[in-house]
Structure formats: structure tokens, C-alpha cells
């Protein structure tokens, strides 16, 4: 099944670096694509960690790796450092949303 990436997050990005740039529907696919190659060729990496180290949990570790492996340099570091903040989030949304059950 393939990867897709709402448009609406693609085209957040492109505004926030380029506001007065647009997308074509066209582009917009290409750009899709270029992400689900990108997460599938991650996955592979994470996978061949999991492998070399005999483990069966994927952990944010294992994607940092592949990351580290794929992407150059600025790029890879501005990655790990986006999906750390990303994880860091969703732990404290969840946290928060179990404490706000507990306490109902």
C-alpha cells in the first residue's frame, strides 16, 4: 500500500521556505512520490539494523540510523532533529491525553 502524504503538509513546508512559490497537482505527485521512495528506502535501512542486531522492535534509533545512512549531511541532521521534536511531541500529547482519561 502505497505511502501518501496529505498535500496540505507538503504544501505547509514549501510555504514556510518559499511562501511566494506555488505547487501544480502535477508537482504535487512528483513531490509524493519523491517522499514515499524516501520512507520506504528509511524502512529498509531500519530493517537491515534490526537484522545486523538481531532485535524485532523498530525504535526511533533504528530510523535515525537509516536517515543518518541515506540523507547528506545538513540534511540529515536537520531530519533527526525534526523527527526528534516530532517524537517528543506526540509522547507529551500522549501523556496527556492518558492523564486527562485517568483523571475523568
Not at 506526540?90 to 475523568?104: G, H, I, N, P, Q
Amino acid at each position: 500500500m502505497p505511502l501518501i502524504v496529505p498535500s496540505s503538509k507538503i504544501y505547509a513546508v514549501l510555504k514556510q521556505i518559499h511562501p511566494e512559490i506555488r505547487i501544480s497537482k502535477k508537482a504535487m505527485g512528483v513531490m509524493n512520490s519523491f517522499v514515499q521512495d524516501q520512507f520506504e528506502k528509511i524502512a529498509e535501512e531500519a530493517s537491515k539494523m534490526l537484522s545486523l542486531h538481531r532485535k524485532t522492535t523498530l525504535t526511533a534509533r533504528e530510523i535515525q540510523a537509516g536517515v543518518r545512512l541515506l540523507l547528506p549531511g545538513e540534511l540529515a541532521k536537520h531530519a533527526v532533529s525534526r523527527g526528534s521534536q516530532a517524537l517528543s511531541m506526540f509522547k507529551k500529547a500522549y501523556k496527556d491525553e492518558a492523564a486527562a482519561k485517568k483523571s475523568s
